[in-house]
């Protein structure tokens, strides 16, 4: 190879001695090298491979060579003034020669200069006719043939190349300036790829010294790059990933969300040893999704420890066990809520879950939990309405000894630290008193708590995710609630449709929830009739999902054959409606007494608050609300 790294790839060696001529005469160090079509392509890539930086290559080759060398091409063709030029000739030639006043055509051959030399001709008045060859047609018609020749014009000369039958043949040939301009146009490329080599020379070290491993992986799902931070992250070689299936070196890491969806997405990946968090980012021209960048750091639990981890959470009960496949819907408001709560998993704001009871919101919150990065920690659920104020404070901040009567000696961890590294679910948020609301306020500013009866900040790493089935800017309006604690919890929103408002969420539910019951009672599932799932649909369902699950396993314990009718779920509602009426006498009194009374009655009943929630229809959490807005009342009552 010269030093001169420009290459010609000539079509014939006629083309090749002028060619050579040329660049000597222009004093060019230009290697030329001779190609038949077969293997100009192999030709190429030998000029590239022995260091060219741009090749020229006669026009029909070019196509193919283009796509398979990874160096500039430029294509070397007659130009529209070589045409022009060659017409021109023959138009002289035929005027000299008393032909241009019979008006015979001029015959054209060469796929590659037809359109323009139609043109041209039409400009300069020579009538044309187009030729597969010089064999055929009407040879004997036609003033003169015109034809495309792989060649460098060696003169300016306006005369036959040769005649066929007595019809003088002109050729058509690359100029001298078009050889010229060739050259001009690929030291220009050679110039402009310098400068983006550099760029992205510039942008591999950096993309090499950053402290996060980076991994590419194309549509196909194959790995393109991987940095040297992610080859020692994963102690493996660039030979020994670039080309393999993603999945082969991170089992655990979903790629569809992202490369289906363009979702960036958070997963916890590992390879054997070591566990990893790994961020994973769409890449995207023009809108459309051509693979993804992953991210890798080291996770915060080492993957021999997770076991040991995942064991000890098991035991200590605060282990979010649904994920977001979990929740059945076809709604397309729901589907995109789901789309969005994928979303805020991936970041550390806190998130405010609103809807009615029933309607998932916990499933939600787990789902985010063990979507996100902190989905090895702890999920911490409490809910804010069950426990009395004072009760509530220590749970959740813990109190340092002898905080008060009856505190253990060493003190106790509240909720808040034990959810650290993971994430805390505040269900009934609404249901908060004003000054708890104040000590929240200063967890979610500030991520720091303090002990009751203690005077050390501790800092806590917790996710937090509220719930209400509460209007809260009703509740500011009523001054209930706190404005900027609102503010605060409301950044990252997700609201919950009651299950009246998506009965296309029936059918799918009622299957759902009917194979996993009857898995759970050891019963055969269930065939809901279209009578069967129309009574349902129109029903109004006030304890959404958690009631219709009620419902369905009524009609699996009462059931004696497995086919459901429209009838078989009325009367599963009645028998709801009997024992509300029937066994159980209705008190007089305010519709709030009477819940009251019937509460306290099926809990003194069923001795539990899990048996009591299945027959009234209702969570736990509304009972545990109902009897302490109840006493609340009757405390403020007293009080008066
Ligand atoms: N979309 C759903 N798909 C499947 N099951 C669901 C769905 N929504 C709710 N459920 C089921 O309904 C029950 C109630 O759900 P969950 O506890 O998450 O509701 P919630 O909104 O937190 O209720 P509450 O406010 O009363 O505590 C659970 O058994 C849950 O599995």
């Given at each position: 190879?010269?030093?001169?790294?420009?290459?010609?790839?000539?079509?014939?060696?006629?083309?090749?001695?002028?060619?050579?001529?040329?660049?000597?005469?222009?004093?060019?160090?230009?290697?030329?090298?001779?190609?038949?079509?077969?293997?100009s392509i192999a030709i190429a890539q030998q000029l590239s491979e022995r260091g060219a930086d741009a090749l020229i290559c006669y026009a029909s080759f070019n196509e193919t060579i283009k796509t398979t060398v990874n160096i500039p091409t430029v294509?070397?063709?007659?130009?529209?003034?070589?045409?022009?030029?060659?017409?021109?000739?023959?138009?002289?030639?035929?005027?000299?020669?008393?032909?241009?006043?019979?008006?015979?055509?001029?015959?054209?051959?060469?796929?590659?200069?037809?359109?323009?030399?139609?043109?041209?001709?039409?400009?300069?008045?020579?009538?044309?006719?187009?030729?597969?060859?010089?064999?055929?047609?009407?040879?004997?018609?036609?003033?003169?043939?015109?034809?495309?020749?792989?060649?460098?014009?060696?003169?300016?000369?306006?005369?036959?190349?040769?005649?066929?039958?007595?019809?003088?043949?002109?050729?058509?040939?690359?100029?001298?300036?078009?050889?010229?301009?060739?050259?001009?146009?690929?030291?220009?490329?050679?110039?402009?790829?310098?400068?983006?080599?550099?760029?992205?020379?510039?942008?591999?070290?950096?993309?090499?010294?950053?402290?996060?491993?980076?991994?590419?992986?194309?549509?196909?799902?194959?790995?393109?790059?991987?940095?040297?931070?992610?080859?020692?992250?994963?102690?493996?070689?660039?030979?020994?990933?670039?080309?393999?299936?993603?999945?082969?070196?991170?089992?655990?890491?979903?790629?569809?969300?992202?490369?289906?969806?363009?979702?960036?997405?958070?997963?916890?990946?590992?390879?054997?040893?070591?566990?990893?968090?790994?961020?994973?980012?769409?890449?995207?021209?023009?809108?459309?999704?051509?693979?993804?960048?992953?991210?890798?750091?080291?996770?915060?639990?080492?993957?021999?420890?997770?076991?040991?981890?995942?064991?000890?959470?098991?035991?200590?009960?605060?282990?979010?066990?649904?994920?977001?496949?979990?929740?059945?819907?076809?709604?397309?408001?729901?589907?995109?809520?789901?789309?969005?709560?994928?979303?805020?998993?991936?970041?550390?704001?806190?998130?405010?879950?609103?809807?009615?009871?029933?309607?998932?919101?916990?499933?939600?919150?787990?789902?985010?939990?063990?979507?996100?990065?902190?989905?090895?920690?702890?999920?911490?659920?409490?809910?804010?309405?069950?426990?009395?104020?004072?009760?509530?404070?220590?749970?959740?901040?813990?109190?340092?000894?002898?905080?008060?009567?009856?505190?253990?000696?060493?003190?106790?961890?509240?909720?808040?630290?034990?959810?650290?590294?993971?994430?805390?679910?505040?269900?009934?948020?609404?249901?908060?008193?004003?000054?708890?609301?104040?000590?929240?306020l200063r967890v979610l500013q500030q991520r720091e708590i303090m002990r009751v009866g203690g005077d050390k900040v501790i800092p806590v790493d917790v996710g937090i995710i509220a719930a209400t089935h509460r209007n809260l800017p009703d509740l500011?309006?009523?001054?209930?609630?706190?404005?900027?604690?609102?503010?605060?919890?409301?950044?990252?929103?997700?609201?919950?449709?009651?299950?009246?408002?998506?009965?296309?969420?029936?059918?799918?539910?009622?299957?759902?929830?009917?194979?996993?019951?009857?898995?759970?009672?050891?019963?055969?599932?269930?065939?809901?009739?279209?009578?069967?799932?129309?009574?349902?649909?129109?029903?109004?369902?006030?304890?959404?999902?958690?009631?219709?699950?009620?419902?369905?396993?009524?009609?699996?314990?009462?059931?004696?054959?497995?086919?459901?009718?429209?009838?078989?779920?009325?009367?599963?509602?009645?028998?709801?409606?009997?024992?509300?009426?029937?066994?159980?006498?209705?008190?007089?009194?305010?519709?709030?007494?009477?819940?009251?009374?019937?509460?306290?009655?099926?809990?003194?009943?069923?001795?539990?608050?899990?048996?009591?929630?299945?027959?009234?229809?209702?969570?736990?959490?509304?009972?545990?609300?109902?009897?302490?807005?109840?006493?609340?009342?009757?405390?403020?009552?007293?009080?008066?």
């Amino acid at each position: 190879m010269q030093t001169n790294k420009i290459a010609l790839i000539a079509p014939n060696k006629d083309f090749t001695l002028r060619a050579v001529d040329l660049f000597s005469e222009w004093g060019e160090k230009i290697h030329v090298a001779v190609a038949s079509r077969e293997d100009s392509i192999a030709i190429a890539q030998q000029l590239s491979e022995r260091g060219a930086d741009a090749l020229i290559c006669y026009a029909s080759f070019n196509e193919t060579i283009k796509t398979t060398v990874n160096i500039p091409t430029v294509s070397l063709r007659p130009s529209m003034l070589d045409i022009l030029r060659s017409l021109q000739g023959v138009k002289e030639w035929l005027v000299k020669n008393g032909k241009w006043v019979t008006q015979q055509p001029v015959g054209l051959i060469g796929d590659a200069i037809i359109a323009e030399a139609t043109v041209v001709a039409d400009i300069l008045g020579i009538k044309t006719t187009v030729l597969s060859d010089i064999q055929a047609g009407e040879l004997a018609v036609l003033a003169a043939v015109v034809r495309e020749v792989a060649d460098i014009a060696n003169s300016q000369g306006s005369e036959p190349t040769s005649t066929v039958n007595d019809i003088p043949c002109f050729s058509i040939t690359v100029g001298h300036e078009t050889v010229f301009e060739s050259v001009r146009r690929a030291r220009e490329l050679v110039l402009a790829g310098r400068v983006e080599r550099v760029k992205l020379e510039q942008f591999k070290a950096v993309m090499e010294f950053t402290g996060e491993g980076i991994v590419a992986v194309d549509s196909q799902r194959r790995i393109t790059y991987i940095n040297h931070t992610a080859e020692k992250l994963l102690n493996k070689s660039k030979v020994q990933v670039i080309g393999c299936l993603a999945a082969t070196i991170f089992p655990d890491a979903n790629l569809d969300d992202t490369l289906r969806y363009g979702q960036t997405r958070i997963a916890e990946v590992s390879d054997g040893d070591q566990g990893f968090t790994c961020r994973i980012v769409p890449m995207l021209i023009s809108g459309q999704t051509v693979g993804a960048v992953l991210t890798i750091t080291e996770a915060p639990f080492a993957a021999k420890d997770k076991d040991r981890a995942s064991r000890a959470l098991a035991e200590s009960g605060y282990k979010a066990t649904y994920n977001f496949e979990d929740f059945i819907t076809a709604n397309t408001f729901m589907k995109e809520t789901l789309e969005a709560a994928k979303s805020y998993a991936c970041v550390d704001s806190t998130i405010l879950i609103n809807g009615d009871t029933g309607t998932g919101k916990e499933i939600i919150a787990q789902s985010i939990h063990n979507y996100s990065p902190r989905c090895r920690g702890p999920f911490v659920a409490v809910n804010c309405a069950a426990l009395p104020e004072s009760l509530l404070e220590s749970e959740l901040f813990g109190y340092e000894s002898g905080a008060f009567t009856g505190a253990r000696k060493n003190g106790k961890k509240g909720l808040f630290e034990q959810a650290d590294k993971g994430t805390i679910f505040l269900d009934e948020i609404g249901e908060v008193s004003l000054g708890m609301q104040a000590r929240l306020l200063r967890v979610l500013q500030q991520r720091e708590i303090m002990r009751v009866g203690g005077d050390k900040v501790i800092p806590v790493d917790v996710g937090i995710i509220a719930a209400t089935h509460r209007n809260l800017p009703d509740l500011i309006e009523k001054g209930v609630f706190r404005r900027d604690l609102y503010y605060r919890l409301s950044i990252l929103q997700l609201r919950l449709l009651p299950l009246s408002a998506r009965p296309e969420d029936i059918p799918l539910l009622v299957e759902n929830i009917a194979k996993k019951l009857s898995a759970k009672l050891f019963k055969q599932s269930l065939q809901f009739s279209a009578g069967a799932i129309e009574v349902l649909r129109r029903y109004q369902w006030p304890g959404n999902v958690r009631e219709l699950a009620g419902v369905i396993e009524r009609l699996i314990i009462l059931k004696k054959d497995t086919n459901v009718t429209g009838d078989d779920v009325k009367k599963v509602f009645d028998v709801k409606s009997c024992q509300a009426d029937g066994v159980r006498t209705v008190p007089n009194g305010t519709m709030e007494e009477i819940e009251y009374a019937i509460i306290m009655q099926v809990l003194k009943e069923t001795g539990s608050h899990e048996k009591a929630a299945k027959i009234l229809g209702i969570s736990t959490t509304t009972i545990w609300r109902k009897i302490k807005l109840f006493q609340n009342e009757r405390n403020d009552f007293n009080l008066k």
